[in-house]
């Protein structure tokens, strides 16, 4: 019996020592290596070096001079990234959206909004938001900042990033890297 159960127990460890520790080690190493900020989170940090967030995760932003991210089905809380779940024929998301677009109206009258200014990502977390979403909102950051439109739409032009190598995805502003553009050019 016991030349039965020792290659099991011998190949057990093994695998566990191979697959559950070395393989591991081996990848997050070569990961630190190769892109260490990308390994570590895409962290952001200010100029005394504290994290400020990170360049994947959207964080709330509410204050009238700064860009808003999309909405968050998840309240911006990364342990808990998830959609909604909820069906466009859902009343309470409906709801939410029409009251989300009335605010905005007032806001902005006159202007069209753009579908990600109240629709959820996938996630609840999409730390980007269109160009036409950034646009739409750069009269109230200017506002609150004491700046000319110009000037911010400026920063929002300077932080759009195209399609990936030419065709995939599209055009995006990371609203974490302009509202800390905004941040150092003051207002």
Known sequence: MLSHLRPAIVSSVLFLGLLGLAYPLAVT???????????????????KGTVVGSCLIAQAFTKPEYLHPRPS?????????????MGPLNDKLIAREKTD????????????????????????????ISPANARFQAP??????????????A?????TQGRLLGFVGQPRVNVLAVNRALDAKGG
Not at 29 to 47: H, I, M
Not at 101 to 128: C, F, H, K, M
Request: proline share 5%; aromatic share 2%; net charge negative.
């Open 73 to 85: 089905a998840a309240g911006y809380d990364a342990s808990a990234s998830s959609g909604s779940n």
């Open 29 to 47: 190493g070569v990961a630190q290596a190769a892109f260490p900020a990308q390994a570590n989170g895409s962290l952001v940090k200010d100029a």
């Open 155 to 159: 920063v929002i032009d300077g932080h």
């Open 101 to 128: 677009a009335d605010a905005l109206r007032a806001e902005n009258p006159g202007v069209v909004i753009p579908a990600d200014a109240v629709t959820t990502s996938g996630s609840g977390l999409d730390p980007d």
């Open 140 to 153: 109230r950051v200017a506002k609150a900042r004491g700046l000319s439109v110009a000037q911010v739409q």
